[in-house]
């Protein structure tokens, strides 16, 4: 069968690997820099950021799709867009106890509908909690804000 | 005993001096160029997979192949003047003419996700002090090159790379390898995408663009069916079914009182869609020559399983569920004909149940095993995510010889990496057959996870077919939601004598009674 998943999850895959061998460590040491490029998903000429709406990546996340174009955070920061209304999905994966999941990683996403305004920055969040009532928590804030306009956001 | 220590000491020291080194070795990539792969009809055209495209990029421009590069996002800027991306809009003659007169560019490559294919990890270690593990992985690429002055594809390429990763523990110290799979089919594809430009262009200076693509509907837009084709045993058959075909038919040509016709008679015209990697592991079994296998798919009154798949420029329908996950992405997007034709059945050597029965010797009995083919849906999570219902593993044992060992290669979490099928379905049953001697046997279902082995006997007399079947995915409200008590319940459902055939009927959803199904003694 061939199973598609994404580079990202592949390179876990690795990651997932050498963790169970011992060397996380040695690989969390070597570092490895979060990109700061902007995906451009608006047609037409560079724009001013005064006439853009800005979506960032929180490092947790692992990849989303705006408007159906896929942007990975190991390629990408940050998404520019027009001002509107945009569909966004986004999800983030979490290495957790086999006693929440017998493959050892837990997965949640999140979709909404969401309206945008020229000059607002937004981020993108997702983080877990531990222990008892574990769960994954994905929102979405305005930056200016600090307002949450979507998602559930960790307690 | 000094020489001994001597060389504990000596190997103490090269271990210690190799670290944790992390060696990469080269593999080869495998590239062919195929009509196997489908561009989904809602592509869209994106910029791509940033460091695939760099690398890509970097590749075709280290080589000195006699193309020039364009800029990805001038170039979607110019082709998708008002956004949208679809490539349907890209692909028109005015669109493609001023885009080319605009940036020059008069190929586009069109290069689909990576595909990754993942092992579960074997070997065995005790944390941080010795041991041994693998993993293998096989990545591949695909791209489909059109030629935008004629808006035709040039060819569709798929360039893989498989490698196995290795690692060895002592004490603190570990040394390994990594298959560098994914530069190597990088490389292949992007060789090959300059060897198809310049044949296309007679090796004349061109100027390409290389773009993502991307569907709404699943993240692999570009699809490949080489594993189909690679696991497909029956090469060379022909169809008798068509596309186009009305169920009504479909039925008249396959009757309605058996399921199967002999020797493939009941075709295998898209045994490339309807057989996936799924099944793979009943397909190896066909190499043993004791094993018959028979595999259906149905037909669906409702029409909300049946769709429409493109292939080859000819429109077929497809069985949807089961088999969602490469399939999905060929239909989405067509348009919908409840009429067309259902998809295939493969029937190698068994002309039906009924005949099934009666080709019994009175000497010897027949284990068929039904629903493997649920087992796709074994693998899933309450949704408190907390319980975990099913199973990563599965093996029948017959007298402790192993009949089947399915592994699931879904993702690393368990789940669907497509759509998630739809309980009650009822399609696509799979039966396997296996001969039995006179006597006692030992049946076992083995399960890895919550499930205990299930353990069934049967005494074989002589002309009797024992009906297996395990019960496992079929919820009464919804996926995943099996109570665990029912979950891995197992029938073994004897007796079906010759002397008291059972007619199956293929009641327009069903290949079988479900009623008789349970009815059975």
């Not at chain 1, 996403?109 to 945008?116: G, S, T």
């Not at chain 2, 028109?92 to 490559?109: D, K, L």
């Not at chain 2, 665990?484 to 002397?499: F, L, R, Y």
Request: aromatic content about 8%.
């Amino acid at each position: 069968m061939i199973m598609r998943i994404s580079p990202l999850i592949a390179l876990r895959l690795k990651v997932r690997l050498l963790s169970v061998l011992g060397l996380a460590l040695a690989l969390t040491m070597s570092g490895c820099a979060a990109p700061t490029r902007m995906y451009k998903l608006y047609p037409g000429p560079e724009l001013p950021s005064e006439k853009l709406a800005i979506l960032n990546l929180s490092d947790r996340v692992d990849q989303i799709r705006v408007d159906d174009i896929t942007i990975r955070r190991g390629n990408y920061s940050s998404v520019a867009l027009l001002p509107g209304t945009h569909k966004i999905e986004w999800e983030a994966e979490f290495l957790v106890s086999v006693m929440v999941n017998p493959s050892g990683w837990d997965k949640e996403e999140a979709a909404h509908i969401q309206d945008l305004l020229a000059g607002h920055s937004y981020t993108i969040h997702a983080d877990r909690t531990t222990g008892p009532g574990y769960d994954i928590y994905l929102w979405l804030t305005d930056d200016a804000t600090g307002h949450v306009i979507a998602g559930r956001p960790k307690p | 005993m000094k020489s001994a220590l001597k060389l504990l000491s000596t190997g103490l020291v090269v271990l210690l001096g190799s670290g944790c080194a992390m060696a990469p070795h080269p593999v080869e990539p495998y590239v062919n160029r195929t009509q196997e792969i489908d561009v989904a009809d809602d592509t869209l055209v994106s910029i791509g997979n940033y460091e695939l495209m760099e690398s890509l990029t970097a590749r075709l421009k280290k080589n000195d192949y006699g193309l020039e590069i364009a800029d990805r996002i001038v170039f979607r800027d110019t082709a998708f003047p008002n956004g949208g991306w679809q490539l349907n809009e890209l692909l028109t003659p005015e669109n493609c003419a001023r885009t080319i007169s605009e940036t020059g560019v008069t190929h586009m490559a069109l290069i689909g996700p990576a595909a990754i294919e993942e092992e579960e990890i074997e070997g065995y270690y005790f944390p941080l002090v010795i041991g041994g593990m693998k993993a293998d992985q096989k990545l591949t690429l695909a791209a489909v090159i059109y030629d935008l002055r004629s808006q035709d594809i040039v060819c569709r390429i798929e360039s893989s790379a498989e490698g196995s990763s290795l690692v060895a523990i002592y004490i603190i110290i570990a040394v390994g390898t990594w298959p560098l799979t994914e530069s190597a089919a990088l490389n292949g594809l992007a060789d090959e995408i300059a060897l198809a430009i310049s044949e296309d262009m007679n090796g004349e200076p061109t100027k390409i663009v290389l773009m993502g693509a991307e569907s709404p509907t699943d993240d692999t837009p570009l699809t490949a069916d080489v594993e189909a084709e690679e696991f497909f045993p029956f090469p060379g058959y022909d169809s008798t079914l068509t596309a186009g075909l009305s169920r009504d038919e479909i039925r008249a040509r396959l009757g309605t009182t058996y399921l199967f016709s002999n020797k493939l008679q009941l075709d295998i015209f898209l045994s490339q869609y309807a057989i996936k990697s799924d099944l793979r592991t009943p397909y190896d079994m066909l190499g043993y020559p004791e094993v018959d296998l028979i595999i259906m798919a149905e037909y669906d009154r409702d029409g909300t399983s049946t769709s429409i798949a493109k292939h080859a420029g000819k429109d077929f329908a497809v069985q949807t569920d089961r088999y969602e996950l490469d399939f999905r992405r060929r239909i989405e997007g067509s348009a919908y004909d409840s009429n067309r034709v259902v998809t295939t059945l493969v029937a190698p050597t068994i002309a039906s149940m009924d005949s099934l029965a009666t080709d019994v010797s009175p000497q010897q009995c027949l284990l068929v095993i039904h629903g493997m083919d649920e087992y796709p849906n074994l693998v899933h999570q309450g949704p408190d995510r907390k319980h975990w219902w099913g199973s990563t593993r599965l093996n029948w044992r017959l007298d402790n010889k192993s009949l089947l060992d399915w592994k699931p290669k879904y993702n690393m979490l368990g789940k669907p990496t497509g759509p998630r099928p739809r309980p009650n379905s009822d399609l696509g049953q799979l039966f396997v057959t296996f001969p039995l001697s006179k006597g006692l046997h030992e049946l076992r279902l083995e399960w890895d996870m919550q499930m205990p082995d299930v353990v069934k006997f049967i005494e074989c007399a002589g002309g009797e077919i024992f009906y297996v079947s395990t019960d496992i995915a079929r919820p009464h409200d919804g996926w995943g939601l099996v109570p665990k008590e029912q979950a891995g319940d197992v029938h073994i459902n004897a007796t079906w004598s010759p002397t008291k055939p059972r007619r199956v009927l293929m009641h327009g959803g069903k290949w079988f009674d479900y009623e008789w199904h349970h009815s059975m003694p």
